[in-house]
């Protein structure tokens, strides 16, 4: 198994089904990087964090680990700490590797759903750094309906030392676009119509009382209001008539979903890519990417739906979110 | 008494026309057309009109936030003392200490900005606001209003006739040197026809609108500091622009507290970014006291610009 050494970046999954095949196979990766003096990030989940260390010997200074639970609790929040990562360690075109890989038993069909569309994105988020980023996936607890997902999202597979192309991987734009589906939302769900620009405080208003009777505490609150203002105001300036924003729970999530009658993003990845330095728009979708557990944008013959889900406060929980320094290793 | 006339949509007869100088199909008054105090642009010259204390308390002040919604500086003219016209703000609901130590809001005698009424000539009118308006910009704000009392034995009964070519040189002083100006009248002490003929010398009728204003832009000390005071999405960001701009004018190293900011979206704040991508070396924006939910926002959306110090 060789990783390239020149500026490209490389992205392999390696579908495992025990701790010996995750140890020789994420092992080799680790220790071909660390003779090649190339920084490690590897944010996995507590258990494949132990496997790590066991196989390095403990801690070593050019590999920074981070748990997987901590890191992502927020799908958008893991791509920003990634790419803050990547922009101090590789910017200099100094070759880094990740391993990432997610713990998948607490996600609800809209989030692995979003997960997936994250993958097919990272192929161009990460594509300007020489970076090789390794995706170990635990067959025994993947399920079923994402293994095909998986082999969509990554243009590589690692089969024992041999590296594969993988058969079934696709554009990431065409793989976003025939991932996304409309949701229509509850008929009975609260709702607000918005056309104006002079119509926002009012949908602030609504929103805020929305969050309010979901739970949510101001904190959290005042960053969904910041959010879902963000994809109403989009709505505003990009879509078209008539508008609408429906707040309503879906299992164990609240979602602010954001209705107009227009085309919907011309770029299939908007909604994935971080806006550059000087950029005179997208901050708004990149915050919303952020700030919720996930984001959905599907465009059909009913209009151009963007959904924002956030995990609804669990009762008696103390109101926090997780913060940048729980995000980064 | 107007019910029966506000509401329906029979066809508006001419008797509708009498009720007060009110038509009320169009909305126009004594001929006028309605204009916002809250949204006035340059040149405008409205006239407010008002029946009792209550309704001028509310007309002034709802020009004077119009003004601090801006972040323009305003004069207010009034005949009788400046302590009797900040009071007639505050029970309005204006805080006046701020504007007044920020050089935001300037009270004045009709006889300390016009001098002898009856010998000013348009030339001196035009030279007098022009160099106001140049004071204005040079103390960072990005324009200037006026409004004024126009009552009070400055203008003595019967004198009509001067009271409009006094009026129409306004209209034209306004339009050259590019100034917004209110003037109130005591609908009391005139007539109809008497209205009208002011009316008619005013490009509209002042409305205090019913919405107060998203925020407040207060110039601050020490100057030219800004205070932001309320909410700010797509209605006000380019206004949060405008006062930046006027203010980073008049002084390289500009304070903009915003610990009163209780909502920003991502588009307000990314005006006062790129504002300072663009600031020459040496100028920068300090933004001061801000709040948790716009903290969180400016993290998220990545903001990043070496000339914006957000001071913890």
Not at chain 1, 120 to 136: D, E, G, I, K
Not at chain 2, 2 to 8: E, K, M, R, V, Y
């Amino acid at each position: 198994m060789s990783w390239p050494a020149d500026d490209s970046m490389a992205h392999r999954a390696l579908l495992y089904t025990d701790e010996p095949e995750f140890r020789t196979a994420v092992g080799a990766f680790i220790h071909e990087g660390l003779e090649r003096r190339e920084q490690i990030l590897a944010a996995v989940p507590a258990g494949q964090l132990a496997w790590l260390r066991g196989e390095l010997g403990g801690d070593v200074p050019a590999v920074e680990f981070a748990d997987a639970a901590s890191f992502y609790r927020r799908q958008g929040q893991a791509t920003r700490a990634t790419l803050d990562w990547l922009r101090r360690h590789a910017s200099d075109g100094q070759r880094v590797r990740v391993v990432a890989e997610q713990a998948s038993s607490r996600r609800t069909p809209a989030e692995a759903a979003d997960y997936l569309r994250m993958e097919a994105a990272a192929n161009v988020v990460y594509q300007p750094f020489p970076v090789s980023v390794l995706c170990p996936y635990d067959v025994s607890v993947l399920p079923g309906d994402l293994r095909p997902g998986v082999e969509q999202t990554h243009p590589e597979l690692l089969r024992g030392d041999r590296v594969v192309p993988s058969p079934a991987f696709a554009d990431p734009r065409i793989f976003i676009r025939n991932f996304s589906a409309v949701a229509p939302p509850p008929l009975t769900s609260a709702s607000i119509g918005f056309g104006r620009r002079e119509d926002l405080a009012a949908v602030r208003r609504f929103l805020r009382t929305q969050l309010a009777r979901a739970g949510f505490g101001d904190e959290a609150a005042a960053l969904l209001v910041a959010a879902a203002a963000e994809v109403v105001t989009n709505a505003l300036m990009h879509g078209t008539a008539p508008r609408r924003l429906w707040v309503y729970t879906e299992g164990p999530m609240l979602v602010c979903h954001v209705r107009d009658d227009g085309p919907g993003f011309a770029d299939p990845l908007a909604a994935y890519l971080a806006p550059d330095r000087h950029a005179t728009h997208g901050h708004g979708l990149w915050l919303g990417r952020q700030a919720c557990d996930c984001l959905e944008a599907a465009t059909d013959g009913t209009g151009t739906h963007v959904r924002l889900l956030t995990r609804l406060p669990e009762p008696g929980a103390p109101e926090g979110l997780p913060t940048q320094s729980e995000a980064l290793p | 008494m107007t019910s029966a006339l506000a509401t329906g949509s029979r066809i508006p007869t001419r008797k509708d026309r009498l009720i007060n100088g009110d038509n009320r199909a169009s909305g126009e008054r004594f001929g006028r057309p309605p204009g916002d105090v809250s949204a006035l642009v340059s040149g405008q010259h409205l006239c407010a009109l008002y029946q009792n204390q209550d309704e001028r308390r509310r007309l002034t002040a709802a020009v004077i936030r119009g003004a601090l919604a801006a972040g323009d500086r305003v004069i207010y003219v009034t005949p009788g003392p400046s302590d009797v016209a900040l009071a007639l703000l505050e029970a309005g609901g204006i805080e006046t200490g701020r504007p007044v130590r920020g050089g935001q809001l300037l009270v004045h005698s009709f006889g300390e900005i016009y001098g002898d009424l009856a010998s000013t000539d348009l030339a001196q009118l035009v030279a007098t606001f022009q160099a106001a308006l140049s004071q204005s910009l040079a103390a960072g704000f990005p324009g200037l209003r006026i409004t004024g009392e126009m009552g009070g034995s400055s203008w003595p009964a019967g004198s009509l006739e001067g009271l409009v070519r006094w009026e129409r040189m306004v209209s034209q002083m306004l339009g050259e040197v590019g100034i917004a100006a209110i003037c109130q009248y005591d609908q009391r002490q005139l007539d109809e026809p008497a209205t009208t003929v002011i009316a008619a010398e005013h490009s509209g009728v002042a409305t205090s609108g019913q919405r107060l204003p998203l925020a407040l832009f207060i110039a601050s000390t020490p100057p030219p500091a800004l205070q932001v005071e309320g909410e700010l999405d797509l209605t006000n960001g380019p206004v949060l622009a405008r006062v930046i701009r006027a203010r980073l004018a008049a002084s390289p190293q500009l304070r903009v507290d915003l610990g009163a900011v209780a909502f920003a979206d991502v588009g307000s704040l990314r005006e006062i970014y790129q504002i300072a991508v663009g600031l020459p070396a040496g100028s920068r924006i300090t933004l001061a006291n801000v709040t948790e939910p716009v903290r969180r926002v400016l993290d998220l959306a990545g903001f990043r610009a070496d000339a914006v110090v957000i001071e913890s």
